[in-house]
Structure formats: structure tokens, C-alpha cells
């Protein structure tokens, strides 16, 4: 089985400041590991992907995450949070199970940024 | 390269009716997902189609079916709709194989009422 935990369904950030969402998953297969972002009443547009090259991955708008098995954590970060970074962000695992490629949600964190 | 697309964008229906929504899938995607998103919470998998046959199901009854055309193009029908049906629902494509990064449609808003 595998699972998605996000700590923080609310995160608060000044203009400027360290962007640091949490994600932590469980999989019992090497996973693949995503972060999305949804703005108000839009799809979900992918930020970055890993998928068991690089542990540092680098994506869309200046985001990276760092994928470290030991402790089982996915953490997106942002150095200089911008106030279009104001969205829901959702971790994803993805992983075979039953003959296809399920991909399962976190509960998403919405971030604010304060001007 | 076109995106995935969906329709309608917004739907009001009655409890007991039924509903059907359509997904066109991104040009080349042979797989296609459809997810359920309650307000203020994370996608829920409904199911998952590949070369028209459904390979994989969430935990949802059956009154939730869908189809995938031969250009990749799907539907999601809801039968007996329920209050509880009213979500923001989400198709999603991809390639089996390239690591499964899907692209999200921007959903369809379905309101029971």
C-alpha cells in the first residue's frame, strides 16, 4: 500500500521568505514522486517530478525538492516565496499496484504568501 | 501539442439524475485517470483506462463507469447522483511507462443539488 502525508494543511510565508512544504510518503516499491500545484478552480499543473535519478530535483518557478528514502520525505522548498506562489500544493506517490500505475494524493497544503 | 481538455466546465444536476463527463486526452497519452476532488480536500482516484479496457478502480461503487474511446478521448458517468457526488472532477492523461507523469485537465465542477 502506499500513502501520502502532508504536515500543514495551511502554511503562512512572508514575501521573500523560505518556501518549506512537507511531505512524507509510504511506498513498498521504489516510488515516483510528485509535487502539483492548483491555483482557485484550475486542474492541477505539475512542478517537478522524481523519479529515481537525482535525489535534489529541480522544478517549474524556482521549486526543488529533495527526495531522501532514509527518512521517507519529498519537502518542496523555494528560496524567495513570491506572492503568485499562493496556491494548493498537493504531494503525490505513484507506484504499480494490481497491474497499473496508481497514484495516490496528499490532502494538499495551501500556501499563503503575506506581503 | 494540444492539452487535456474537459467539458462541460460547470454542471448543476438533481439528486437520483445521472451525469455524464467527457475528457480529451493530450495528443499521443494512451492512459487516461479520472479523479474526485471534494472541496478542501486531495484528489481521489476513481479509475484508470488503458487501451479502452479499465486496469485499475478506487474505492468508489459502481454506479461511477467510464469509457475510453479509440483516439483516447474518455467519459465518466455517475449514475443515481447523490449530494455527496458534488466535486470538482478531474481527468488526467499520460504514456504508460514514461513514469506516469500525468497532465491534469482543468476539471469539470459537478453540483448536486
Known amino acids: 500500500a502506499q500513502s501520502v502525508t502532508q504536515l500543514g494543511s495551511h502554511v503562512s510565508v512572508s514575501e521573500g521568505a523560505l518556501v518549506l512544504l512537507r511531505c512524507n510518503y509510504s511506498?513498498?516499491?521504489?516510488?515516483?514522486l510528485f509535487w502539483y500545484v492548483q491555483y482557485p478552480n484550475q486542474g492541477l499543473q505539475l512542478l517537478l517530478k522524481?523519479?529515481?535519478?537525482?535525489?535534489l530535483v529541480k522544478g517549474i518557478n524556482g521549486f526543488e525538492a529533495e527526495f531522501k528514502k532514509s527518512e521517507t520525505s519529498f519537502h518542496l522548498t523555494k528560496p524567495s516565496a513570491h506572492m503568485s506562489d499562493a496556491a494548493e500544493y498537493f504531494c503525490?506517490?505513484?507506484?504499480?499496484?494490481?497491474?497499473?500505475?496508481?497514484?495516490?494524493f496528499g490532502t494538499g497544503t495551501k500556501l499563503q504568501v503575506i506581503p | 501539442e494540444t492539452g487535456v481538455t474537459q467539458s462541460p466546465t460547470h454542471l448543476i444536476k438533481t439528486r437520483g439524475q445521472q451525469v455524464t463527463l467527457r475528457c480529451s486526452s493530450q495528443?499521443?497519452?494512451?492512459?487516461v485517470s479520472w479523479y474526485q476532488q471534494a472541496l478542501g480536500q486531495g484528489p481521489q482516484f476513481i479509475f484508470q483506462?488503458?487501451?479502452?479496457?479499465?486496469?485499475g478502480r478506487g474505492n468508489f461503487p459502481p454506479r461511477f463507469s467510464g469509457l475510453q474511446f479509440p483516439n483516447y478521448s474518455s467519459e465518466l458517468n455517475v449514475n443515481a447522483l447523490e449530494l455527496d457526488d458534488s466535486a470538482l472532477y478531474l481527468c488526467?492523461?499520460?504514456?504508460?511507462?514514461?513514469?506516469?507523469?500525468?497532465?491534469f485537465g482543468p476539471g469539470t465542477r459537478l453540483t448536486v443539488t
Open positions: 483506462y488503458y487501451r479502452e479496457e479499465e486496469n
Open positions: 495528443s499521443g497519452h494512451n492512459t
Open positions: 488526467a492523461s499520460s504514456l504508460r511507462g514514461d513514469s506516469y507523469e500525468q497532465y
Open positions: 522524481y523519479t529515481s535519478a537525482a535525489t
Open positions: 503525490a506517490v505513484s507506484g504499480l499496484s494490481g497491474g497499473y500505475q496508481k497514484v495516490t
Open positions: 511506498s513498498s516499491v521504489p516510488p515516483y
